[in-house]
């Protein structure tokens, strides 16, 4: 972790062209320091935070008071930061008989901030978990009391984790998880916390600035995708091309066995929707091997979304993955024990994530753990689908070579879309796309699923979410377009999203008719829309002139009357 | 005290109060030099235990006259 001081130092860099955004501090303790950490980790990622850190212990004043600078301020996050040690104050406050609903008032608290907010501002809030401080009065006996602070402390933590769960808006900083890595004598200095008021250990709050970061990035739509693993010495222990299935290390004994957890771990990420690829120097069969038939490998081939394996440099080998997978490079970690093989890949491909793994295999999965490199702002059943989706398109790029011509190609897909209006069931992947999608994004505008069900809800709305079958399989929900009525008859197209899993499909034109057919029963005579460009969307700058709009003071106009329908190959499922 | 205990801190002082033009003597105290406030007087407390890998104890951090006690401090500690 970078020290507090060259944080410190990156204040006096430059921030202009840096992604800018807004978060109110909110303390019970002094947090000074705390701020400068979080400005210092912001620059070493790309982010420009505009920091309003309101005066040590006025959460409830910010909060409660609608005049006060934090709803001024309009920050797109706010982080409310409150002490264990405050917290252990405020219990010892309390008359013995309340002590034992301290986590429940707690909890009320949380909520009561959380609400007064929403109800007036759209900012996410980040609150934290308390690091654990046991206080020894009732010695391990503790956990067999109810009204111990450190029984109240760990159920405070659990409540607002839950919730956080509950609500859409609220996410957690967890730091009571980051004293359980670190030690509580690394987070606390006894020292200044007498002299200056200071909860956190000066060296604690480079990691505080990471992990605030991280959550803010994840929720801004920055995070990672796919984990790239290469396989001798990472995956398994020793050399499958001269050791052999029976020579590698891999299962429950010795080294083995870091080698073994270390793909459970990738298990759990593929489950939770990372895609997992092999990028390995080897013959691909041999290296396949160990994946069909060893028993101790805990992967398999159907884990692998991407199996790349030969003589080739691992940096062709990555922009093929890359071009296969359509992902952005900066959404990518490639581990690899070797360091010559990671020092090419960083200079060739900066925005590739590569950990600089330790010499050890032992230390591998800690040290991946510590560098919180997966982070996530949502969680979706869709997500443990991913790999599947990927792999079946691979097997169609196989089809489409035996066909003669494109038509016969999508003709023969049998292609089926779910095209209706935004629903509950659909809001948590609608908000998802408009927070993760760049490239098919005309106007790239992040919704949350709060928004996104205010926006179903609003008459002046239109919405409409497309899913994609195929006779190879459900692609999921992969498009959605947001549509206000823009007076004047006009229907504005104010987010058009496409996965990019599913171009040259036909189904640009395929969701215009739904557009127009919407536009038309509206009574509206024009459908506008625009596009605005970011270093990402270049794939849809000539989105509106290919689908015939006509250019208009920037904007791209269709008229309903004498529109006529496009011919695609998409069976609309509801008709 | 040592002319090296100072020397090393004065080091520190540059990196941690970023401006290479401090020079320290016993006699310099927090009013001689700008950047020396409460907030960076806890920086270079971290800086200074962890480069001499000594720890202070909380009553002597906010009762050192000048750089003289400071680096005398140190150095007590050193010998333990």
Known sequence: MLSFNSLKKNLKKNFSGLKKIKIALLSDSASQLLNTAIKGYGHEVGVDFEIYEADYNQIDLQVFDPSSELYSFNPDFIFINSSSEWLLKNFYKTEAHAQSQFANELLQTARKYYDTIAARLQSKVIINTFPEINDSVFGNYAAKVNSSFIYQLRKANVQLMELSQQTNGLFICDLAGLQAELGRQFVFDPKMYVNADMVYALEFLPYIGKHLTDIVLSITGTFKKCLVLDLDNTMWGGIIGDDGMEGIQVGDLGVGKAFTELQQWAKQLKQRGIILAVCSKNTEDIAKEPFLSHPDMVLKMDHIAVFVANWETKVDNLRYIQSVLNIGFDSMVFVDDNAFEREMVKSAIPEITVPELPEDPAEYLPYLRSLNLFETASFTEEDQERTKQYQEEAQRNVLLQTFETESDFLASLDMVSDTKPFDEFSVPRVAQLTQRSNQFNLRTIRYTEEDIKRIAADPNYRTISLTLEDRFGSHGLIGIVIMKDGGNKTLFIDSWIMSCRVLKRGMEQFTLNAIMEIAAKGGFEKVTGEYLPTKKNGIVKDHYANLGFESADGKWVAHVAGYEKRATFITNKNK | ?80
């Open chain 2, 1 to 80: 005290m040592a002319a090296d205990t100072i020397a090393q801190v004065n080091k520190i002082f540059i990196d941690v109060l970023d401006n290479e033009d401090i020079v320290l003597d016993p006699t310099t105290s927090a009013k001689d030099i700008d950047e020396w406030d409460s907030l960076n007087h806890i920086q270079l407390i971290v800086a200074i235990e962890k480069h001499f890998k000594i720890r202070f104890n909380s009553s002597e951090i906010n009762g050192w006259k000048n750089v003289g006690e400071m680096c005398a401090a140190i150095e007590k500690r050193l010998e333990q």
